[in-house]
């Protein structure tokens, strides 16, 4: 409380977060020259004074400051993610307004450190700060002793009154990722406790709910006891679904997308699978799916899915350039809604120094049944890679089916008419064929994994019709992997192989396009395309019967936005069914540039062949493209 016959005045300089002026006045009367209503008309002359000596003051200006951490252990890990969030070494370029506001900012960082440790485990840490004021710069030094680690001693999972209890095959609190024994980090507890509600919700328990999180440390023993509470709530079925936000796209397709059945138990992972089934269809760019905040008086939950409906029609196109190729241009027209059903046509066109062409694709999904498509293609062309020349016309229609995790396969039936030239010759092939694949996909991402695998074989029996007695069987195995080597996904570790062979006829007789090649931007880079293989008297490439291929690349990341690839891959193409050790292997290496968008990243590989042939092989290959090479 202010005494009385006191006013006070405040004023800004930049040394001091303010200055007070008091002026002492005896109670009862006003200060000389003012009115008897204490007004401070008559303080005219005293104030000009003091705005006076304010204006003489120095105008406001920046202090700059180094700032540097010392973490004693010398736990890099910890150095790293405390520098990551201190606010004074972030901001050293950012110099604060006054010397009290670098005090602030590294007071604020003091605890902000002092947190983080105790989030990681470290909750005995010590975080000192010093700021030496007459170097110049100010000095800035942070030193850290994160302290002991402690660990868990004790995890419990408790019902709060009158709740209903856990389901009887419930796993103790130990079983959801964190056990007695491992670090008290903060946010290995949080992931804990998102299994617990999880797996809840995945065994008919929908309302499941923290109501408390106790977290009792030990200092004396180094450990924590962890506690969660947990109201399980009722047990409940799929009740009645309602669909809200249709405009254009049709219930009856929506509602052949729900992967749960009314009476079936609550489980939040058929909800995941009917929001991404829906997601996927690409109409509606806002997928919801809740369900009621109470369970009905019969033990169904009500369910709702909220829609919005983007746009059933898209265009679109890519470029790609490389050494050996040229550059390409691809451009395409999509509507993902034809006939009310999902039915895709999608119309693109090729045009490339080595390629031009149009194709037309139609796929009708949940063709006679769930989680089955019937596609057909219709496609046109003249293609002029290295290796020949083929004017081509090709029908295809088939289907493919979903099944288990991750796994799709197809089979179908293609007809192909072939004009090619290879060797100087022009032959005439009319094809028919029987593709037939299976696929298995874990992968994280399509144009920029960085976790999973995937596991590619295609198998096709083909025919020669008309006056050709042709007849052969093309196998081709295709084998990815990816792997996070930090939790970021900065750096990634991925790696391929390819494995073909050909069977039924000689080199000579299979057709140049049916052949196997190596070679390019997606296979052994370094190499022109079709370039890493057999070739005849004038240096092109003449293909063969059999495949092998294997490459790595790491990835890493140096931004957000940009990074570096290095990578080595190697093969060979051969003239016989199965590769053997005496054909020569041929290896190319090289760097990439990536840059990270937001529809997937753009690459720039440069390599080179590490064995060149004299006379047939550059010694630089460029390539340029949308996504990773595999």
Same mark, same amino acid.
């Given at each position: 409380?202010?005494?009385?016959?006191?006013?006070?005045?405040?004023?800004?300089?930049?040394?001091?977060?303010?200055?007070?002026?008091?002026?002492?006045?005896?109670?009862?009367?006003?200060?000389?020259?003012?009115?008897?209503?204490?007004?401070?008309?008559? #303080?005219?002359?005293?104030?000009?004074?003091?705005?006076?000596?304010?204006?003489?003051?120095?105008?406001?200006?920046?202090?700059?400051?180094?700032?540097?951490?010392?973490?004693?252990?010398?736990?890099?890990?910890?150095?790293?993610?405390?520098?990551?969030?201190?606010?004074?070494?972030?901001?050293?370029?950012?110099?604060? #307004?006054?010397?009290?506001?670098?005090?602030?900012?590294?007071?604020?960082? +003091?605890?902000?450190?002092?947190?983080?440790?105790?989030?990681?485990?470290?909750?005995?840490?010590?975080?000192?700060?010093?700021?030496? +004021?007459?170097?110049?710069?100010?000095?800035?030094?942070?030193?850290?002793?994160?302290?002991?680690? /402690?660990?868990?001693?004790?995890?419990?999972?408790?019902?709060?009154?009158?709740?209903?209890?856990?389901?009887?095959?419930?796993?103790?609190?130990?079983?959801?990722?964190?056990?007695?024994?491992?670090?008290?980090?903060?946010?290995?507890?949080?992931?804990?406790?998102?299994?617990?509600?999880?797996?809840?919700?995945?065994?008919?328990?929908?309302?499941?709910?923290?109501?408390?999180?106790?977290?009792?440390?030990?200092?004396?023993?180094?450990?924590?006891?962890?506690?969660?509470?947990?109201?399980?709530?009722?047990?409940?079925?799929?009740?009645?679904?309602?669909?809200?936000?249709?405009?254009?796209? +049709?219930?009856?397709?929506?509602?052949?997308?729900?992967?749960?059945?009314?009476?079936?138990?609550?489980?939040?992972?058929?909800?995941?699978?009917?929001?991404?089934?829906?997601?996927?269809?690409?109409?509606?760019?806002?997928?919801?799916?809740?369900?009621?905040?109470?369970?009905?008086?019969?033990?169904?939950?009500?369910?709702?899915?909220?829609?919005?409906?983007?746009?059933?029609?898209?265009?679109?196109?890519?470029?790609?350039?490389?050494?050996?190729?040229?550059?390409?241009?691809?451009?395409?027209?999509?509507?993902?809604?034809?006939?009310?059903? $999902?039915?895709?046509?999608?119309?693109?066109?090729?045009?490339?120094?080595?390629?031009?062409?149009?194709?037309?694709?139609?796929?009708?999904?949940?063709?006679?049944?769930?989680?089955?498509?019937?596609?057909?293609?219709?496609?046109?062309?003249?293609?002029?890679?290295?290796?020949?020349? $083929?004017? /081509?016309?090709?029908?295809?229609?088939?289907?493919?089916?979903?099944?288990?995790?991750?796994?799709?396969?197809?089979?179908?039936?293609?007809?192909?008419?072939?004009?090619?030239?290879?060797?100087?010759?022009?032959?005439?092939?009319?094809?028919?064929?029987?593709?037939?694949?299976?696929?298995?996909?874990?992968?994280?991402?399509?144009?920029?994994?960085?976790?999973?695998?995937?596991?590619?074989?295609?198998?096709?029996?083909?025919?020669?019709?008309?006056?050709?007695?042709?007849?052969?069987?093309?196998?081709?195995?295709?084998?990815?992997? /990816?792997?996070?080597?930090?939790?970021?996904?900065?750096?990634?570790?991925?790696?391929?192989?390819?494995?073909?062979?050909?069977?039924?006829?000689?080199?000579?007789?299979?057709?140049?396009?049916?052949?196997?090649?190596?070679?390019?931007?997606?296979?052994?880079?370094?190499?022109?395309?079709?370039? #890493?293989?057999?070739?005849?008297?004038?240096?092109?490439?003449?293909?063969?019967?059999?495949?092998?291929?294997?490459?790595?690349?790491?990835?890493?990341?140096?931004?957000?936005?940009?990074?570096?690839?290095?990578?080595?891959?190697?093969?060979?193409?051969?003239?016989?069914?199965?590769?053997?050790?005496?054909?020569?292997?041929?290896?190319?290496?090289?760097?990439?540039?990536?840059?990270?968008?937001?529809?997937?990243?753009?690459?720039?590989?440069?390599?080179?062949?590490?064995?060149?042939?004299?006379?047939?092989?550059?010694?630089?290959?460029?390539?340029?493209?949308?996504?990773?090479?595999?």
């Amino acid at each position: 409380m202010r005494a009385p016959g006191f006013r006070r005045w405040r004023s800004w300089s930049p040394e001091r977060e303010s200055i007070v002026f008091i002026v002492r006045t005896p109670p009862g009367r006003p200060p000389p020259g003012c009115s008897d209503d204490r007004r401070l008309v008559g #303080a005219a002359p005293v104030l000009g004074l003091l705005l006076a000596a304010l204006a003489s003051l120095p105008a406001s200006a920046q202090v700059p400051y180094a700032a540097s951490l010392v973490v004693s252990t010398g736990e890099d890990a910890i150095a790293d993610q405390l520098r990551s969030i201190s606010e004074t070494l972030k901001r050293k370029d950012e110099a604060p #307004a006054s010397r009290a506001a670098l005090a602030r900012r590294v007071a604020d960082d +003091r605890r902000g450190l002092t947190d983080t440790l105790r989030a990681l485990g470290h909750f005995d840490s010590k975080v000192e700060t010093s700021i030496d +004021r007459n170097a110049t710069p100010i000095a800035v030094t942070i030193t850290v002793d994160p302290g002991p680690l /402690y660990l868990i001693s004790d995890l419990a999972i408790a019902l709060p009154a009158g709740a209903a209890a856990l389901p009887a095959d419930f796993p103790s609190a130990d079983g959801f990722g964190l056990a007695l024994g491992d670090p008290a980090a903060s946010a290995e507890i949080l992931a804990a406790e998102r299994h617990i509600l999880a797996r809840l919700g995945a065994n008919g328990r929908p309302l499941a709910r923290q109501v408390d999180r106790r977290i009792l440390v030990d200092h004396g023993l180094r450990a924590a006891s962890v506690t969660w509470t947990i109201d399980p709530g009722a047990p409940a079925q799929f009740g009645d679904t309602l669909v809200e936000g249709l405009a254009d796209a +049709r219930e009856p397709m929506v509602r052949r997308r729900i992967t749960w059945k009314p009476g079936q138990p609550y489980d939040t992972r058929e909800v995941e699978k009917t929001r991404k089934a829906l997601a996927a269809t690409g109409l509606f760019s806002s997928v919801r799916v809740t369900g009621a905040e109470q369970v009905a008086p019969d033990g169904s939950l009500p369910m709702t899915l909220t829609l919005v409906e983007g746009e059933r029609r898209s265009i679109g196109g890519g470029a790609n350039y490389s050494t050996s190729t040229g550059f390409g241009l691809e451009v395409f027209w999509e509507h993902r809604d034809l006939l009310g059903n $999902n039915d895709r046509l999608r119309l693109s066109g090729t045009f490339a120094e080595q390629e031009f062409g149009a194709d037309a694709t139609f796929r009708q999904p949940y063709f006679l049944a769930d989680e089955q498509d019937l596609v057909a293609t219709i496609a046109l062309a003249d293609e002029k890679p290295p290796a020949y020349e $083929n004017k /081509y016309f090709r029908a295809f229609t088939g289907l493919e089916r979903r099944f288990l995790p991750h796994w799709t396969v197809g089979a179908g039936l293609q007809y192909e008419r072939e004009i090619v030239t290879a060797q100087d010759q022009t032959n005439r092939y009319h094809l028919v064929s029987v593709p037939t694949f299976i696929r298995r996909d874990t992968s994280d991402d399509l144009l920029n994994p960085t976790r999973g695998y995937r596991t590619s074989i295609t198998a096709t029996p083909y025919l020669g019709v008309q006056d050709s007695a042709l007849g052969f069987f093309k196998l081709r195995i295709d084998q990815t992997g /990816y792997w996070r080597l930090d939790e970021a996904g900065s750096w990634v570790l991925a790696a391929n192989a390819s494995l073909g062979s050909l069977l039924g006829a000689g080199r000579g007789e299979v057709p140049a396009p049916q052949r196997f090649y190596a070679g390019g931007g997606g296979s052994i880079r370094g190499f022109g395309y079709q370039m #890493a293989g057999p070739v005849d008297k004038d240096d092109d490439p003449i293909g063969g019967k059999s495949l092998i291929t294997a490459g790595a690349e790491l990835r890493i990341k140096i931004t957000d936005t940009i990074g570096i690839v290095p990578f080595l891959e190697a093969g060979t193409v051969a003239d016989s069914s199965i590769p053997g050790f005496g054909d020569r292997l041929l290896v190319g290496a090289g760097l990439g540039l990536r840059y990270y968008t937001g529809f997937g990243p753009v690459r720039l590989d440069v390599g080179t062949p590490l064995n060149r042939r004299k006379g047939v092989d550059d010694l630089v290959q460029v390539y340029i493209s949308l996504g990773q090479a595999f």
